[in-house]
């Protein structure tokens, strides 16, 4: 018998509610996807401390490979540029993803493997591209100030979001034989790293005064855990 759904499934609304990889809804919104309901298992404690201890360790792994790069022994004086910021993202969701999946069955493994990678290319691309407009602005004589380069932030931004999801899904699925992974609110939300992480490439003077490089080994270790808890 079908049951409502609904009623049913009221407690995935929860914030730590996700939806496996390959069964998110095609319905069309006109900015954000819905997620097809039906799909979602609540993500348990074991998920998450699995999740957030490989996430930390994901993410000191390369902090400290900076750090005896760099010379430094105190990590919040570290450095970053664009490689540095991929390589903490990216060590970051292999952490989390690559912990997560201990004791998880295969489908539920290659599900957390296709969410890493589009969190990955999610806070990558968009940073890469802003990254290169920002050049492009400082080499402009009508777009090198302030107004030119956050418009030049937010549209990179919005572009490297929406081309990370296509990118991804080509990727996980070159075939197109299962829903796509649709760019969400939260999604977009959670790319606050990027927009931090440009501010600090940019050398914004208000990041510059509120040191916002300290919050980036923070927020990555977030994005890890984050990909690494989803079932």
Same mark, same amino acid.
């Given at each position: 018998?079908?049951?409502?759904?609904?009623?049913?499934?009221?407690?995935?609304?929860?914030?730590?509610?996700?939806?496996?990889?390959?069964?998110?809804?095609?319905?069309?919104?006109?900015?954000?996807?819905?997620?097809?309901?039906?799909?979602?298992?609540?993500?348990?404690?074991?998920?998450? %401390?699995?999740? $957030?201890?490989?996430?930390?360790? $994901?993410?000191?792994?390369? /902090?400290?490979?900076?750090?005896?790069?760099?010379?430094?022994?105190?990590?919040? !004086?570290?450095?970053?540029?664009?490689?540095? *910021? %991929?390589?903490?993202?990216? $060590?970051?969701?292999?952490?989390?993803?690559?912990?997560? *999946?201990? =004791? #998880?069955?295969? +489908?539920? @493994?290659?599900?957390? /493997?296709?969410?890493?990678?589009?969190?990955?290319?999610?806070?990558?691309?968009?940073?890469?591209? %802003?990254?290169?407009?920002?050049?492009?602005?400082?080499?402009? +004589? @009508?777009?090198?100030?302030?107004?030119?380069?956050?418009?030049?932030?937010?549209? =990179?931004?919005?572009?490297?979001? &929406?081309?990370?999801?296509?990118?991804? @899904?080509?990727?996980?699925?070159?075939?197109?034989?299962?829903?796509?992974?649709?760019?969400?609110? +939260?999604?977009?939300?959670?790319?606050?790293?990027?927009?931090? =992480?440009?501010?600090?490439?940019? !050398?914004?003077?208000?990041?510059?005064?509120?040191?916002? #490089? +300290?919050?980036?080994?923070?927020?990555?270790? &977030?994005?890890?855990?984050?990909?690494?808890?989803? @079932?």
């Amino acid at each position: 018998m079908i049951r409502n759904i609904n009623s049913s499934y009221t407690s995935l609304e929860r914030f730590d509610s996700y939806p496996e990889y390959g069964d998110i809804s095609r319905v069309n919104k006109p900015l954000f996807a819905q997620r097809h309901r039906a799909f979602e298992r609540q993500v348990t404690t074991s998920d998450k %401390v699995k999740a $957030g201890v490989g996430a930390v360790i $994901g993410t000191i792994i390369p /902090m400290i490979l900076m750090m005896k790069k760099q010379k430094v022994s105190n990590p919040f !004086k570290l450095e970053y540029g664009l490689k540095e *910021m %991929v390589a903490m993202s990216a $060590g970051s969701i292999t952490g989390g993803v690559a912990v997560g *999946m201990i =004791g #998880e069955n295969k +489908k539920t @493994n290659e599900n957390k /493997m296709r969410e890493g990678l589009f969190q990955f290319l999610n806070a990558s691309i968009p940073t890469w591209i %802003v990254a290169g407009v920002l050049k492009l602005c400082e080499s402009s +004589k @009508n777009f090198n100030n302030l107004p030119g380069k956050i418009l030049s932030v937010a549209g =990179g931004l919005i572009v490297g979001m &929406y081309g990370a999801a296509s990118v991804s @899904n080509l990727i996980c699925d070159p075939y197109d034989k299962r829903p796509d992974r649709k760019l969400t609110l +939260k999604d977009c939300l959670i790319n606050i790293d990027d927009a931090l =992480g440009v501010l600090v490439l940019a !050398k914004f003077p208000l990041a510059e005064k509120l040191h916002v #490089e +300290k919050l980036l080994p923070f927020i990555f270790a &977030y994005c890890g855990y984050r990909a690494g808890k989803s @079932n």
